[in-house]
């Protein structure tokens, strides 16, 4: 994905396909039947737990008269009224992304940061280096020391920016010590 890219958010898409479905009368079986699909690939597309091939996406969206923006939800504000609600209606994933690449309105990583698994954590610190983000005194004392260091070695590789002197009162005498290139 290049850098700033958009990323699908399957869990709002399988709720529009929903949504368009119950809005025409069909049931996920008759709607399977006019795609030639299973009926199980209608409820796995519902679910947010994969999509519809291009020719159904297209087949869709003159079944419903609507655009493929519409049906893919990228027109769609992202916004929230809590953090929990946010969880809820969206995959994960698409969270941190648009977190990350600050496309949810009121939202932060540091808002979501104690929410995440540490495959998602990762994906998000992966993220801010590919963004050149600099990390600041709000997000450096969520991170984990695991985290910190990686952040100190994606700095001193060149890949993020990082300000020493704003950070240090914050950093141990280990991550100074990483820092400064004595351990």
């Not at 519409?70 to 992202?78: A, M, Q, T, V």
């Amino acid at each position: 994905m290049k850098e700033g890219g958009t990323l699908l958010d399957l869990i709002r898409i399988g709720n529009k396909l929903s949504d368009l479905r119950q809005q025409k009368g069909h049931t996920q079986e008759s709607l399977a039947e006019l795609l030639l699909v299973t009926h199980q690939a209608v409820s796995k597309w519902e679910r947010g737990l994969s999509l519809p091939s291009v020719d159904n996406l297209c087949y869709l969206m003159e079944f419903y008269l609507v655009s493929i923006e519409e049906i893919l939800c990228l027109d769609s504000p992202k916004t929230s009224d809590s953090i929990d609600e946010l969880f809820k209606e969206h995959d994960r994933h698409f969270i941190v992304h648009e977190t990350v690449q600050k496309r949810i309105e009121g939202v932060t990583l540091e808002d979501i940061l104690h929410k995440l698994s540490n495959e998602e954590r990762m994906y998000a610190l992966y993220l801010l280096v590919s963004i050149k983000y600099k990390i600041d005194e709000k997000l450096w004392p969520r991170l984990s020391v695991d985290e910190r260091y990686y952040i100190i070695h994606q700095h001193k590789e060149g890949n993020i920016p990082f300000d020493f002197d704003l950070l240090m009162h914050l950093m141990s005498k280990n991550e100074i010590k990483k820092y400064k290139g004595e351990i």
